[in-house]
Nanobody, 127 residues
Framework: QVQLVESGGGLVQAGGSLRLSCAASGHTFSRYAMAWFRQTPGREREFVAAITWNGGGTYYADSLRGRLDISRDNIKNLVYLQMNSLKPEDTAVYYC????????????????????WGQGTQVTVSS
């Protein structure tokens, strides 16, 4: 079992940066891939980025690649999402998720492949 809590969201001007954090509890955290998704009202949850269980591989949504950096610290049980050059269309609730087959290098972009979710953190980018 893994419990996830996001933090670091807030209000930022366009062009600014934010670093989101996801704190995980549960002894199996380090075995799972981690991902970030985002959602705006009336829209489906959208894949943002994912990282393998050991941090050796990452994958980003095409539309966001180049502005994001996902990382993890398996000693501290933390996952980060560094977001740069933020745009108003990045405004959303951001969720971290854990799942997939343990200790594999496969990264899923489908939300239904992830078993554990945080409560989300709001990111608002003003123009």
């Amino acid at each position: 079992q893994v419990q996830l809590v996001e933090s670091g969201g807030g209000l930022v001007q366009a062009g600014g940066s934010l670093r989101l954090s996801c704190a995980a509890s549960g002894h199996t955290f380090s075995r799972y891939a981690m991902a970030w998704f985002r959602q705006t009202p009336g829209r489906e949850r959208e894949f943002v980025a994912a990282i393998t269980w050991n941090g050796g591989g990452t994958y980003y949504a095409d539309s966001l690649r180049g502005r994001l950096d996902i990382s993890r610290d398996n000693i501290k049980n933390l996952v980060y999402l560094q977001m740069n050059s933020l745009k108003p269309e990045d405004t959303a609730v951001y969720y971290c998720a854990a799942g997939g087959k343990p200790e594999t290098d496969v990264l899923e972009t489908d939300e239904f492949e992830y078993d554990y979710w945080g409560q989300g953190t709001q990111v608002t980018v003003s123009s």
